[in-house]
Every structure is written in C-alpha cells, then in structure tokens.
C-alpha cells in the first residue's frame, strides 16, 4: 500500500487528510512543519508527499526545494494542498519541483483522484 507524508502546520486539516487517505487504503504519517517533515523524510520512504505551503520553519516550497536534492525524492510525487491559489505562487511550486497543486478546502474525491493519478 502506498505510504503517504502529510504535512500541515494544522492539526486538524492533518486529520481531514489521514482520515481521507487512510479511508482509501493509504499508509499515512503526518509532519507539523516542513523541517519535520525532511527529517521523516530522510528516515522513511514514502510514495507520495502532500504538503501545505505556508507553514512555520519551513515552508511548502523549501521543503518541495530539499527533498529535491534527495536522490529518494527526485521523482516522488509532490503535492501542494494550500489555500493559495495565485498564479505565480504556483508558479514558485512548479519551479521549486511540485508535481501538482489542489487548493483548499479540498475535495475528497478530488484529492483521491490527483493522488491516485500522479501514483501511476
């Protein structure tokens, strides 16, 4: 089953996420922040990273930017699920490497679908 990074500074936006993903068979474990998550990161392997943008100590996008440089992340799917919905903030994700961007308040199927399309 594919293991799922969650990563909101918002814990209940993290259990709307996990409740979502694990309903559909997902493995998920959850990050507060970005440097949380980069440390989970570099310990575990995870299939997919789903990862809010404006959050403390580490933003989406330096987050998006450091997994990069990871060889086990090169290629792993990122997603940006945030409230920002502007044109060059996206802009900033796409060149920082997220592979695609979902903005809240999301829809469950609309976010199962994305994740399930980017897995293969």
């Not at 996420?17 to 980069?38: I, N, P, R, S, Y």
Request: proline share 4%.
């Amino acid at each position: 089953m594919p293991k799922i990074l969650a990563v909101d500074d918002s814990a209940s936006m993290r259990q709307m996420v996990t409740f979502t993903l694990k309903g559909a068979g997902f493995e998920v474990e959850e990050a507060a922040d970005g440097q949380q998550a980069l440390a989970k990161a570099k310990q575990g392997s995870f299939d997919l990273v789903l990862s809010d943008v404006n959050m403390p100590v580490m933003d989406g996008i330096q987050l998006v930017k450091e997994l990069r440089t990871l060889s086990e992340y090169k290629f792993t799917p990122i997603l940006m699920l945030t409230t920002e919905s502007a044109g060059d903030k996206k802009m900033e994700g796409k060149q920082a490497g997220a592979t695609g961007w979902i903005v809240k308040p999301f829809n469950p199927d609309q976010l199962l679908n994305t994740i399930k399309k980017v897995l293969g």
